[in-house]
T-cell receptor, first 116, second 113 residues
Framework: EAGVTQSPTHLIKTRGQQATLRCSPI?????VYWYQQALGLGLQFLLW???????NRGNFPPRFSGRQFPNYSSELNVNALELEDSALYLC???????????????FGNGTRLTVT | SQKIEQNSEALNIQEGKTATLTCNYTNYSPAYLQWYRQDPGRGPVFLLLIRENEKEKRKERLKVTFDTTLKQSLFHITASQPADSATYLC????????????FGTGTRLLVSP
């Protein structure tokens, strides 16, 4: 089966611009998660979508937003980019909340966002 | 909030030895705990899940223990190989009943031939 795919693999933006990152989950998975991994730091939870709804949000400012489409793919938008937004953005998918709440996450290989 | 502690220093061992990584957590005891492997520039890959009522879980050369009294999980790799070199992350749910996983910062394992 195809894994989680993310695009683009690399993205270079300047401060103040907007970035859009995309994620396609594994077929059958309805939950999509976004994590930020800054250099040398751990994974920081950003957003969780399930069945098209935002289920939970991490401690990030509102300029980090996203959505989940009817086909369960997802988009992460970062507005007014700041230098500290430079990081690896990871998307993961899993079975839906009420199907198997302790199911593992399947990660894509991320989008490396560089803000200059 | 839940806090996860993993040894931030790299663990260097020789090929063939057993590697043991530690994951400690504070606050409430989670219903389960997961371990992932992450290679540089790649996303984490799920390895093992252990539930609160399980003391030990094995998968090939991997073994995970879960001590809810000590609030600690140990991750063992027996007969380690250079290909096992990677960063290993533990993760557990932020809140009971929710799938939002919180990850530790990981421990880097280096296995030398």
């Amino acid at each position: 089966e195809a894994g989680v795919t993310q695009s683009p693999t690399h993205l270079i933006k300047t401060r103040g611009q907007q970035a859009t990152l995309r994620c396609s989950p594994i077929s059958g998975h309805t939950s999509v998660y976004w994590y930020q991994q800054a250099l040398g730091l751990g994974l920081q939870f950003l957003l969780w979508y399930d069945e098209g709804e935002e289920r939970n949000r991490g401690n990030f400012p509102p300029r980090f937003s996203g959505r989940q489409f009817p086909n369960y793919s997802s988009e992460l938008n970062v507005n007014a980019l700041e230098l500290e937004d430079s990081a690896l953005y990871l998307c993961a998918s899993s079975w839906g909340t009420f199907d198997s709440y302790n199911s593992p996450l399947h990660f894509g290989n991320g989008t490396r966002l560089t803000v200059t | 909030s839940q806090k996860i502690e993993q040894n931030s220093e790299a663990l260097n061992i020789q090929e063939g030895k057993t590697a043991t990584l530690t994951c400690n957590y504070t606050n409430y005891s989670p219903a389960y705990l997961q371990w992932y492997r992450q290679d540089p520039g790649r996303g984490p890959v799920f390895l093992l899940l252990i539930r609160e009522n399980e003391k030990e879980k094995r998968k090939e050369r991997l073994k995970v223990t879960f001590d809810t009294t000590l609030k600690q999980s140990l991750f063992h790799i027996t007969a380690s190989q250079p290909a096992d070199s990677a960063t290993y992350l533990c993760a557990l749910p932020m809140n009971t009943g929710f799938q939002k996983l919180v990850f530790g910062t990981g421990t880097r394992l280096l296995v030398s031939p």
